[in-house]
């Protein structure tokens, strides 16, 4: 029995786990990923595998296809999100899948409140200046308390996102519809987009859905304060980058920090690169040892058990 993964977090500490295939009978595929496979590279590995661990890579119904066509038995897609993942597909073509939900909560919500500072503040900004100018700027930044945040999304992340906010004493508006007072008293529910117009930083958290593709948009733009800041921890495609650019350039948006972009990596010649202030992450909220740890035993338990293999 063969499985393969392709979560870089995962494979960057795939020796931990070497063990627990072996002792299970399992032949381990572990290749070099820096983000994702490509549907040629998928369709031709994996019809001789029986599992497959999915990162960020398109298990698309032609790359299930191929795999069933072959020996593929099951697939769980490593961590929250599972836009990538064509799970009807799966079920029509009998496949088991599942995905590892309400597992980097907090690891997300940690980068997206330093995100929020960072902007504030101008670190990252200040320690680029110190290590590649020789530089020693002071650039004012803003106080965070008494600011206001739109935080689209109040799942796992959304929620312990807003507990970080509202410890820093921010005001904090909450688009989501399942949103409910009770979750966080101090958070206030609003229906996109009022209330906008209201907002020092504007922070994404939600999954990619077609109700959440583009939400940032050039619709939306006119709405929003000027000297706004916008910080995205969920999927690239909640903003449409052309509108974004467009909204820095104008000084509208006063800077971006961004772990997850519509291309990834980001493209060499975006105008995003261009601002200073901006911060960049490399779609990387959830990785941290312990998280890695936590979520890959996880994805490893649920995988056997749809494959039969003893741990």
Not at 85 to 94: I, K, M, N, P, T
Request: one cysteine or more; charged letters at 20%; aromatic letters at 6%.
């Amino acid at each position: 029995m063969k499985v393969l993964v392709t979560c870089p977090p995962m494979l960057g500490c795939i020796d931990a786990f070497r063990q627990i295939f072996a002792d299970a009978g399992v032949e381990l595929l572990a290749p070099k990923v820096t983000q994702t496979m490509s549907e040629d590279e998928l369709s031709a590995i994996l019809p001789d595998c029986e599992g497959w661990i999915i990162g960020d890579d398109p298990a698309t119904r032609r790359v299930l296809e191929a795999g069933k066509a072959g020996r593929l038995k099951a697939v769980v897609k490593w961590g929250v999100g599972v836009d990538n993942v064509d799970f009807a597909a799966a079920r029509e073509l009998g496949i088991p899948a599942v995905n590892t939900p309400g597992v980097f909560g907090r690891e997300v919500a940690d980068v997206a409140m330093n995100y929020v500072g960072g902007l504030a503040r101008h670190t990252f900004f200040i320690d680029r200046s110190i290590r590649t100018e020789n530089g020693w700027p002071k650039p004012a930044g803003i106080s965070l308390a008494g600011r206001t945040v739109a935080l689209v999304g109040h799942g796992d992340i959304g929620s312990n996102t807003a507990r970080r906010l509202l410890a820093a004493d921010m005001k904090v508006n909450v688009y989501d519809p399942a949103f409910k007072s009770a979750d966080n008293l101090a958070a206030t529910g609003r229906i996109w987009p009022e209330g906008l117009e209201e907002a020092d930083f504007l922070v994404f958290t939600c999954p990619l859905m077609p109700a959440t593709f583009h939400m940032f948009n050039a619709d939306i733009v006119p709405l929003l304060k000027p000297g706004v800041r916008v910080v995205n921890v969920g999927r690239g495609p909640v903003i449409d980058e052309q509108a974004l650019i467009a909204a820095q350039a104008a000084g509208i948006v006063h800077s971006v920090a961004l772990d997850v972009f519509e291309t990834e990596p980001l493209p060499s010649d975006s105008p995003l690169r261009t601002h200073p202030y901006n911060i960049f992450g490399s779609h990387n909220a959830s990785n941290t040892v312990d998280a890695v740890m936590r979520v890959s035993h996880q994805a490893i338990g649920l995988l056997f058990a749809s494959l039969g293999a003893a741990q």
